[in-house]
T-cell receptor
Framework: GENVEQHPSTLSVQEGDSAVIKCTYS??????FPWYKQELGKRPQLIID?????GEKKDQRIAVTLNKTAKHFSLHITETQPEDSAVYFC????????????FGSGTRLLVRP | NAGVMQNPRHLVRRRGQEARLRCSPM?????VYWYRQLPEEGLKFMVY????????ESGMPKERFSAEFPKEGPSILRIQQVVRGDSAAYFC????????????????FGSGTRLTVV
């Protein structure tokens, strides 16, 4: 089964700087890697995802990169803004044939104005 | 589309009582997942259901916890004889779950039920 590790657990950056959050996974058959953002007291919301047949995907200020050989994927947020402050979770499928997602432990991002 | 609907939003129970959490998936979604989130912690998988079937309950405690997703109506997560350690946010998510494309994995979460056991 899948094991997902996420680092760092907390990250504090100055507004305008970049933030990078990294996750590693164990199942080489995993083919889908989403990132969720959870604001305080709110539901987790999907912000970006990547399939294993591409190495990078961008959506405005956020991007995800995937290294299948090393079995890790990263979330990059550029030009951070205070509203980016939240907890971010990565996830990977339990097994390639399953729709069950295993989540990382989360990264609490604080963007200082 | 109303999204994933969970109720109640907040639930207070005394130790020993039963808690019933309800989840209605998004229209067109046939897969439902329940996750538990303790304060300041991540999302822990509990159970994965399709209509009238439990697909995977490996994350659910064997005692006191049960889940169902009947042919008609919402999915129900039931916790019997609640204890203080059951206090947490319980999130339900749903997905299309078929087809093998990225959007089929894309969970949509409900707003959660925050259970407090006093």
């Amino acid at each position: 089964g899948e094991n997902v590790e996420q680092h760092p657990s907390t990250l504090s950056v100055q507004e305008g700087d970049s933030a990078v959050i990294k996750c590693t996974y164990s199942d080489s058959a995993s083919n889908y890697f989403p990132w969720y953002k959870q604001e305080l007291g709110k539901r987790p919301q999907l912000i970006i995802d990547i399939r294993s047949n591409v190495g990078e995907k961008k959506d405005q200020r956020i991007a995800v990169t995937l290294n299948k050989t090393a079995k890790h994927f990263s979330l990059h947020i550029t030009e951070t803004q205070p509203e980016d402050s939240a907890v971010y979770f990565c996830a990977a499928p339990w097994m390639d044939s399953s729709y069950k997602l295993i989540f990382g432990s989360g990264t609490r991002l604080l963007v200082r104005p | 589309n109303a999204g994933v609907m969970q109720n109640p939003r907040h639930l207070v129970r005394r130790r020993g009582q039963e808690a019933r959490l309800r989840c209605s998936p998004m229209k067109g979604h046939s897969h439902v997942y329940w996750y538990r989130q303790l304060p300041e912690e991540g999302l822990k998988f509990m159970v994965y259901l399709q209509k009238e079937n439990i697909i995977d309950e490996s994350g659910m405690p064997k005692e006191r916890f049960s889940a169902e997703f009947p042919k008609e109506g919402p999915s129900i997560l039931r916790i019997q004889q609640v204890v203080r350690g059951d206090s947490a946010a319980y999130f339900c998510a749903s997905s299309i779950g078929q087809g093998g494309t990225a959007k089929d994995y894309g969970y949509t979460f409900g707003s959660g039920t925050r259970l407090t056991v006093v």
